[in-house]
C-alpha cells in the first residue's frame, strides 16, 4: 500500500545536445536540443524509495516548465502519498484547477508539461512502493478502483465512467493470456530513427540498412520541408526498405489544409500508411478535410500528440524517455482495454536509452514488457549531472566554445 509523506520535490532542467547531429530534426524542429524538466519525489516511509518523473521539451523553454513545476510543488508537498494514490482523480483536478495557474494551462502548454511531470513522479513512486512495473500495477488494479484515477470532466460526451467501466470489464477476459503473450513477444513497433530530416542521404542510407538487418519492418520519415527533397528522400528510403514494408509520414503541423493535399498526392506514389500532424494540432475541422480528401489515395491522417479521441491509436514515442513511459501505456492497454493488435503499433527512437536506469528493451522490433518496478524514468544520476543546463560538464564546455 502507498506510504509516506512527501518531504521533497525536486526538479531539474537536462538538456542533450542532439541538435548536434540533426536528431529529432523535422520540418518545424530545425535544431531540437532533447530535454526534459526532470522531477524527483522524496518520502518520510524510510524505505528510500524515491518517484522520477520526466516531461519531454526541446531545449529552450525547459527552464519554463521547471518554473511551472515549482509554482505546483505545493500540491504534492507534505501530502500523503496513501491519500494521492486513494483519490487520484482529485489530485489531478487540483493540480490542473490551480485557481491562478489553470489561467496559463490548464491541459495544455506549460502547465499541462508541468503537471505531467509531477504525475509521472507520483505513478512511478506508487509503482515501485507495489513493487510492480507500472504496466503491471495497472493490470492488476480492480477495474473501479483504476477508474477512479481517471477525470472524466472533459470527455463524458465521448466516453462516461460507466462505459470505461464496461470496457475494463469486458477486458478482463483473456486477461492472462494477453500478458503471456506480451511477456513473450512484446509489442510490435515502428521506427522513426532513419529519416530525421536533417540526416544527410548516407547517414540515412546507413540507418536505415541497420534497421532492416535487426528486424524492422515498419518505417517513418519527416516531410515537409521542400517538396522536391521529400519526394527525393522518400524514393531513396523506399528503394530501401522494399515495397513491401510499411512507410509514414510526418509533417509535423508544417502546411495549411489545401498545401496538405496538394504535398501528399505528390508524396503518394510512396505508398505512406498515413501522414502525421499535417496541419495545425487545434485545427480539427481541418484535419477532417484532409482526410476526406486523401480516401482515394488510400492515405490516413494522424493527428499527431495533440488529440484525444476514442479511436485506435499508434502511441507517439522517442525524444527523452517518451519510450520509456509508453511502453508500460501500450502494453497496459492491449492486455486490459484494446485486446488488439489490429493496426497498432507504437514508435521507437533509438536515442539517449543509455542515460535510463531501465532502459526499453526492443527486441525483433517489438516493446518487451519491463520487469523493474516503477515506470521506468529514473535517470542515472551520472548523465543528469553532466547534461544539466547550463551547469553540467557537457554545456560548460558547448557554451564555452560557443563564446569563443
Known amino acids: 500500500m502507498a506510504r509516506g509523506r512527501i518531504s521533497r520535490l525536486s526538479v531539474r532542467d537536462v538538456r542533450f545536445p542532439t541538435s ?8 518545424m524542429h ?12 522524496e518520502t518520510d516511509a524510510g524505505d528510500g524509495l524515491k518517484g522520477y518523473g520526466i516531461t519531454f521539451t526541446l531545449g529552450k523553454g525547459t527552464e519554463v516548465v521547471v518554473c511551472a513545476v515549482n509554482a505546483l510543488a505545493h500540491h504534492v508537498l507534505h501530502k500523503d502519498l496513501k491519500d494521492i494514490v486513494s483519490d487520484f482523480r482529485g489530485f489531478y483536478r487540483q493540480l490542473t484547477s490551480d485557481g491562478q495557474l489553470r489561467w496559463i494551462g490548464p491541459e495544455k502548454g506549460v502547465v499541462h508539461l508541468a503537471t505531467a511531470a509531477i504525475l509521472n513522479a507520483v505513478w512511478d513512486l506508487w509503482a515501485k512502493q507495489e513493487g510492480k512495473p507500472l504496466w503491471k500495477l495497472l493490470v492488476d488494479m480492480d477495474p473501479r478502483a483504476l477508474l477512479s484515477c481517471i477525470d472524466f470532466r472533459y470527455i463524458t460526451d465521448v466516453l462516461t465512467e460507466e462505459d470505461a467501466y464496461e470496457i475494463l470489464k469486458k477486458g478482463q477476459i483473456g486477461k492472462k493470456e494477453r500478458e503471456e503473450q506480451m511477456l ?3 509489442y510490435p513497433a515502428y521506427t522513426t530513427s532513419c529519416a530525421w530530416l536533417g540526416y544527410s542521404d548516407d547517414t540515412l542510407k546507413q540507418l536505415c540498412a541497420a534497421a532492416l538487418k535487426d528486424g524492422w519492418t515498419r518505417f517513418k520519415v519527416k516531410v515537409g520541408a521542400d517538396l522536391q527533397d521529400d519526394m527525393r528522400r522518400c524514393h531513396l528510403i523506399r528503394d530501401m526498405i522494399g515495397p513491401e514494408k510499411t512507410l509514414m509520414m510526418d509533417a ?7 498545401e496538405a493535399v496538394e504535398w501528399m498526392s505528390k508524396l503518394a506514389e510512396f505508398k505512406p500508411l498515413w501522414i502525421e500532424e499535417p496541419t495545425s ?3 480539427i475541422l481541418g484535419h477532417a478535410a484532409i482526410s ?4 482515394p489515395l488510400g492515405i490516413g491522417v494522424a493527428t499527431g500528440e495533440q488529440k484525444f479521441l476514442l479511436v485506435p491509436v499508434c502511441p507517439h514515442a522517442g525524444g527523452v524517455g517518451l519510450c520509456e513511459l509508453v511502453q508500460h501505456l501500450i502494453i497496459f492497454d492491449y492486455i486490459s482495454v484494446s485486446a488488439s493488435l489490429k493496426n497498432r503499433m507504437c514508435e521507437y527512437v533509438d536515442h539517449l536509452h543509455e542515460h535510463f536506469k531501465y532502459p526499453v528493451v526492443i527486441k525483433q522490433a517489438s516493446y518487451m514488457p519491463p520487469k523493474d518496478a516503477g515506470y521506468s524514468t529514473e535517470m542515472k ?6 547534461h544539466q543546463y547550463p551547469d553540467g560538464d557537457v554545456w560548460k564546455k558547448l557554451l564555452a566554445a560557443q563564446e569563443n
Open 252 to 258: 509535423n503541423q508544417r502546411w495549411d489544409v489545401p
Open 281 to 283: 494540432p487545434d485545427d
Open 184 to 186: 513473450m513477444h512484446g
Open 30 to 41: 530545425t535544431d531540437p536540443d532533447y530535454s526534459a524538466a526532470y522531477v524527483v519525489l
Open 292 to 295: 476526406k480528401a486523401l480516401v
Open 20 to 27: 548536434l547531429g540533426g536528431h529529432g530534426s523535422d520540418a
Open 381 to 386: 544520476e551520472d548523465s543528469v549531472r553532466k
